[in-house]
């Protein structure tokens, strides 16, 4: 199917796919016959006819008023376009929609560099719990490195923690400026999320999520100074929530391993 030219918009931080690395990707991706795929920011195109082509059934979910008029044009009986802000959509509605039938529930995006991190949190936050069973995105490169962040890497914060607590996650390809159009400033990547069950369970997922956060900004400080920074209700004793926590006071946030960080969080959100 070839693609409608239409010009990207800056302030839907659009940058279209070129053909050479669309085959990468969609190989990258590995789409099946029994697949259901829900692709975000599907922009003019570039992979949504080649994975639906290869799936049972994908749903294109686009911003941009232009690009899902266009596409809807140029679709088929295997594609439904909504035209509709993703971060604002009712995931339980849309993923209850196109699971008809066996096989599997995907996510393959592009995703707009201005709003990939809240994107990929509500992805992780949501997926599992809505039969979604993997993700496969293109994102900048430096937020890639940061989902896949180990502890004690630069790169490690509450975007890889978050990372870990819901899926398993690994780094399929890298993409320079050049595979796309305009070319971005930035090199990229493409990054999958395997969604489980998480293993270790916060008491409150959305207060363990706060608590990382506030922890991470002081991310160099040693911990016990670090707890001083974070506002959770009650007051509590830094150094004594470490050693109940049986920590090490002088270990750095950037340290923590997930297991860490939640037995943390506990002893002070029940302190």
């Not at 994107?119 to 490195?145: C, F, K, P």
């Amino acid at each position: 199917m070839t693609q409608q030219y239409l010009r990207p918009k800056r302030r839907f931080g659009q940058h279209f796919l070129e053909d050479t690395w669309v085959r990468k990707v969609v190989a990258a991706i590995a789409p099946k016959a029994t697949d259901h795929i829900l692709e975000i920011g599907p922009g003019r195109g570039a992979l949504t006819f080649p994975l639906a082509a290869q799936a049972r059934k994908l749903l294109a979910i686009e911003i941009d008023r232009t690009l899902a008029n266009a596409l809807n044009k140029l679709g088929n009986g295997t594609i439904d376009i909504i035209q509709a802000d993703f971060l604002e959509l009712n995931l339980a509605t849309i993923t209850k929609g196109i699971r008809a039938g066996h096989g599997l529930l995907r996510v393959v995006g592009n995703l707009p560099y201005n709003i990939s991190a809240p994107i990929i949190l509500r992805l992780l936050r949501h997926a599992h719990s809505n039969g979604i069973t993997d993700a496969t995105i293109m994102l900048q490169r430096e937020v890639g490195e940061r989902v896949i962040a180990l502890p004690g890497s630069k790169n490690y914060g509450p975007l890889a923690v978050m990372a870990s607590l819901h899926s398993d996650v690994k780094r399929l390809l890298y993409l320079p400026p050049g595979a796309f159009r305009p070319s971005p400033k930035v090199h990229s990547t493409l990054i999958q999320l395997q969604f489980h069950k998480p293993e270790l369970v916060p008491s409150s997922f959305e207060q363990f999520e706060s608590f990382t956060r506030q922890l991470f900004t002081q991310r160099r400080k040693q911990v016990s100074n670090a707890l001083s920074s974070v506002s959770f209700g009650p007051s509590f004793d830094p150094r004594d929530c470490c050693s109940r926590a049986k920590l090490d006071p002088s270990r750095r946030p950037a340290e923590l391993t997930l297991a860490e960080l939640i037995d943390l969080y506990e002893v002070v959100a029940f302190s």
